[in-house]
């Protein structure tokens, strides 16, 4: 990890952590916008962070900004920071100047998340992106209890031209890997959860983490969640290395795995924590709600195997091993 990502992400830790915990998460799914942390990761200038300096930026690479998903993914993301941050690079990269506050991004008639909190809307048509003012919006929640309304776009403030590095599926794509990094740091939490609770809930006179059968559900447990950081990891490196369309098939294993994980890791979890998971006092409910709707955005897994599928039966049987065992972190082989 280098110096920068390591303050960055401490900086964000405890600036969420101080903000309330699951307190915040309980007003932010009561519909209440949470202004006071929304001021401090913007004062840190983390909305503009994958915005080249040259445009006014930070020019974070996205190796960096997926380990600040990570982080916001172990706090339960509880401000549309993501979304913003890859809304602002797009624009950034179709020349067009990015307003201030929390925006929006659309593509694929997709619910917007936060939507009804949004003052502007970047919007993807292909290769083109826009800026719109958000215009009348009908607000939904998913099972996460999160905001994702319809927003229909307003006037158009500014329209550009992706570069090719971002692609036509850039929408896509780029909400794949937030979803993927923000299931990432869920599960760490989840699994830092589980491994206390067992450690602490006593039955039949000692701790149930010290029964072989807790243990083994803990140990794969940690084993899917060390896989979605890895994953993870690999497909930001590759965005670095090739661009968002050049890493399609990184992000698409990396949302595979992370789905996958997200449902092993909630039964898990509560098969271990029983009945007071679910009650609504308990944190854990918070996070495995979180984990079944960001399983759903960005692709599904089905969708990203079909796709990972056809690639393969394109490029030939021959071709299926080297093409496993012979990639390099740019997403070519050998």
Not at 198 to 203: C, G, L
């Amino acid at each position: 990890m280098s110096e920068l990502r390591g303050i960055l992400t401490e900086q964000v830790d405890r600036l969420i952590g101080d903000g309330g915990g699951v307190s915040l998460l309980r007003d932010v799914e009561a519909g209440n916008w949470p202004a006071g942390l929304w001021a401090g990761l913007e004062a840190q200038g983390l909305a503009l962070a994958l915005v080249p300096e040259d445009a006014g930026g930070v020019g974070l690479p996205w190796g960096d900004a997926a380990a600040i998903w990570q982080v916001l993914g172990r706090h339960g993301a509880p401000a549309p920071i993501a979304e913003t941050m890859l809304g602002a690079a797009l624009l950034a990269s179709g020349g067009i100047e990015v307003p201030e506050g929390p925006l929006g991004f659309a593509f694929a008639r997709c619910a917007v998340p936060f939507g009804r909190h949004v003052p502007n809307l970047v919007v993807l048509e292909g290769n083109a992106v826009s800026l719109h003012v958000s215009g009348a919006f009908t607000t939904a929640e998913n099972i996460g209890r999160e905001p994702r309304d319809m927003v229909a776009p307003g006037r158009r403030i500014a329209r550009g031209t992706l570069p090719n590095e971002f692609g036509p599926r850039a929408g896509l794509l780029g909400l794949a890997l937030i979803r993927s990094a923000l299931i990432a740091g869920a599960l760490e939490r989840i699994l830092a959860l589980t491994v206390d609770w067992a450690n602490t809930r006593k039955q039949f006179g000692r701790a149930i983490g010290k029964f072989q059968a807790v243990q083994q559900q803990l140990a794969a447990m940690a084993g899917e969640v060390a896989a979605v950081s890895v994953a993870v990891s690999q497909a930001a490196r590759a965005a670095d290395a090739q661009g968002l369309a050049g890493a399609a098939f990184e992000i698409g294993c990396a949302k595979i795995v992370a789905g996958e994980a997200a449902t092993m890791g909630a039964a898990t979890a509560h098969q271990v924590f029983a009945a007071i998971g679910i009650t609504e006092e308990h944190e854990l409910h918070h996070f495995t709600r979180r984990l079944w709707s960001w399983r759903e955005e960005g692709g599904t897994e089905r969708l990203w195997a079909a796709e990972i599928g056809r690639a393969a039966l394109a490029r030939g049987g021959p071709n299926l091993w080297p093409d496993i065992t012979a990639r390099d972190v740019q997403g070519a082989t050998a």
